[in-house]
């Protein structure tokens, strides 16, 4: 193609040919499409997830690798990656649900997972009921010929009850519904919930799986192919998609998660153990407490029981308002999972959308703080924690 022009030649650039090497990481294939040889392959490619690869709302090289990383961990038969862990659970809702269907729900889900059911109640002609995490009876009670999905989260936000997972999704099982776990903030260092019978796992990747801050994602992975298959379509249709840099961000961070996950769970082990001991504490939230409503579920299923806790502080809201105020290495901001602890005051921030009935249905209180601890050095922490507490009492 020596003829060619200038103009041309800039426009079709070579690619690069691997000849007995290949990259150690994955590459961020940024490209919107993919070019065919074959018309029929690329048919093909158009109608699964598992194709050739065609178009970037389909798959994309680098978000396909995270998805089988993240099958992988969680021992699914395939993944759905999505630009946030929001656009993985309504892809996964909006597909298994239609109006009239029923869904029994956890009492304590996220604020945004919360909004999702009550928008479908109120757009899209969608029941929910609230059951508590451990109640299998409870989800027997509320099956009705409507009954579609049962949704649970592994560790809830932000006063950490844990799910009895085998039971309730035994009773999801015997109902012929779909159990979804979100597993965020067990990651699957702590939890696989497909070995205790769930359909499918969904997460917030912008927590414990990318690890850093530093982008947004969420996944969904399915036990059965038939689930996957599904799921991606409307995903696909959705436009959820990640883009492949933020595929790349968290495939880079979920390789240090078990060296984090360990970290975290010291560290809060460490915190929650010594403010159950402050005068200024009046309850410590974590389940490797004792005190703690799901300790003896949590022991029984997790390992170890995660980076996140809350507390109540005696001098109620304006004690905790007055700690946020005071901490100096820990940071006022949302989220959790990242390397950095965060605080935030859940009643003014992430659950501000509900009711005084649903905060006390998820176990919120007005002087709740919640802490999504990083990898410090856990001692910088509490020295922090004991000047803001001497500040805030
Ligand atoms: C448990 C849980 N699930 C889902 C989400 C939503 O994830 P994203 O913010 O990535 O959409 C969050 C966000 O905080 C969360 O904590």
């Known amino acids: 193609m020596s ?6 030649r800039a426009v079709h650039l070579p690619q690069p040919v691997m000849e007995g090497s290949r990259p150690i990481t994955v ?18 490619g158009m109608g699964r997830p598992d194709g050739a690869y065609v178009y970037g709302r389909l798959s994309n090289p680098t978000v396909r690798s995270l998805e089988e990383a993240v099958a992988g961990l969680e021992g699914g038969v395939g993944a759905v990656a999505a630009g946030s862990g929001m656009g993985a659970i309504n892809s996964v809702l909006f597909a298994l649900l239609k109006p009239g269907d029923h869904v029994i729900a956890q009492r304590a889900v996220y604020g945004g997972t919360s909004t999702t059911l009550t928008d479908l109640v109120r757009r899209f002609g969608v029941s929910v009921t609230y059951v508590p995490e451990d109640d299998p009876e409870a989800v027997r009670a509320a099956v009705t ?8 989260e592994t560790i809830a936000n932000p006063v950490t009850q844990v799910a009895d997972l085998p039971a309730m999704c035994a009773a999801a099982k015997e109902a012929g519904l779909v159990s979804v776990v979100d597993n965020t903030f067990a990651s699957p260092v702590l939890c696989r919930p497909i070995e205790h019978g769930a359909d499918i796992v969904v997460h917030s990747t912008t927590k414990y ?11 969904a992975v399915f036990a059965s192919d038939e689930l996957y298959r599904r799921v991606w379509s409307f995903s696909v249709e959705l436009g959820a998609t990640p883009d492949p840099f933020a595929a790349w961000l968290t495939l880079r961070g979920m390789q240090t998660l078990s060296l984090r996950m360990e970290r975290h769970c010291h560290n809060t082990r460490v915190l929650a153990t010594r403010l159950a001991e402050h005068p200024a504490v009046t309850a410590v939230h974590w389940p490797g407490l004792p005190s703690h409503p799901s300790h003896q579920v949590a022991t029984r299923l997790l390992p170890d029981f995660g980076g996140v806790f809350s507390f109540d502080l005696a001098g109620g809201r304006p004690a905790g308002e007055k700690f946020m105020s005071a901490v100096r290495l820990a940071l006022l901001a949302p989220s959790l999972g990242g390397v950095e602890t965060l605080i935030l005051h859940p009643a003014t921030t992430s659950h501000r959308a509900l009711t005084a009935e649903e905060l006390l249905r998820s176990g919120i209180g007005e002087g709740t703080v919640r802490v999504a601890v990083g990898i410090e050095h856990v001692e910088d922490l509490w020295a922090d924690f004991e000047q803001a507490l001497a500040q805030s009492s």
């Open 3 to 8: 003829e060619l022009r200038p103009e041309t």
């Open 27 to 44: 590459p961020i294939y940024q490209t919107s499409g993919f070019v065919f040889d074959d018309p029929a392959v690329f048919a093909d």
């Open 145 to 152: 010929p409507q009954t579609r999905v049962l949704y649970l």
């Open 209 to 219: 799986l990318s690890g850093h801050t530093d982008v947004l994602g969420g996944i």
